[in-house]
């Protein structure tokens, strides 16, 4: 049974910092491409980050570009979301998310084949 459990989401003023950690079990996790999602109130479900099955390769909403670093320990089969200077329009749920698609292809939430249930973020202006 596949299982990707969040965790470190919280409260935090503008201009904060948080990181998310996403614990993966059940699944050969270092054949994976790993990424984060986030999904606000009233939204669709979107990709804020992407890394490859290595660790050497990432992608990055443009919206987060510069502000947020996603990495991984295949070791700890463990992917971590770091995010820098929040603001309230990163308010949303995070959900991690994993596909053994090519890291060239499309990050969308169609292709996703196990979903964290997601932990959430809130940031006060």
């Known amino acids: 049974q596949v299982q990707l459990v969040e965790s470190g989401g919280g409260l935090v003023q503008t201009g904060g910092s948080l990181t998310l950690s996403c614990a993966a079990s059940g699944l050969a996790f270092s054949v994976y491409r790993m990424s984060w999602f986030r999904q606000a109130p009233g939204k669709e479900r979107e990709f804020v980050a992407g890394?490859?099955?290595?660790?050497?390769?990432?992608a990055y909403a443009d919206s987060v570009k510069g502000r947020f670093t996603i990495s991984r320990d295949n070791a700890k089969k463990t992917v971590y979301l770091q995010m820098n200077s929040l603001n309230p329009e990163d308010t949303a749920g995070y959900y991690c998310?994993?596909?053994?698609?090519?890291?060239?292809?499309?990050?969308?939430?169609?292709?996703?084949?196990?979903w964290g249930k997601g932990t959430l973020v809130t940031v006060s202006s």
């Open positions: 890394i490859s099955w290595s660790g050497g390769r990432t």
């Open positions: 998310a994993a596909d053994s698609r090519p890291f060239g292809e499309a990050w969308v939430a169609a292709g996703v084949q196990y």
